[in-house]
């Protein structure tokens, strides 16, 4: 499974952004699709998880300002990110997981300064 993530950027505090996540390959084996981030000098955390059938899970610091979605037709994820922070400033990862194992994508950087 190859995962290609896009949508990072520069914006201003409570501003917007929408994250994509496009997988190819053995698309037919994923279970979770997801988004963790890791800021500099922190370890990666979970942002948010969703399964096959639309189940989602959330980080406590992201809930009520992400949401993620999935469009499984397209095998890709998406995370819509609003209200944000400046200390939601990380390097955001997309992840599958599948019966062989979790597979991430490159990083797309997401920073939140005025």
């Known amino acids: 499974v190859q995962l290609q993530a896009s949508g990072g950027g520069l914006v201003q505090p409570g501003g917007s952004l929408r994250l994509s996540c496009a997988a190819s390959g053995r698309v037919f084996s994923i279970y979770d699709m997801g988004w963790y981030r890791q800021a500099p000098g922190k370890e990666r955390e979970l942002v948010a998880l969703?399964?096959?059938?639309?189940?989602?899970n959330y980080g406590d610091s992201v809930k009520g300002r992400f949401t993620i979605s999935r469009d499984n037709a397209q095998n890709t994820v998406y995370l819509q990110v609003d209200s944000l922070k400046p200390e939601d400033t990380a390097v955001y990862y997309c992840?599958?997981?599948?019966?062989?194992?979790?597979?991430w994508g490159q990083g797309t950087l997401v920073t939140v300064s005025s």
């Open positions: 969703i399964t096959s059938g639309g189940r989602t």
């Open positions: 992840s599958a997981r599948t019966i062989a194992g979790t597979y």
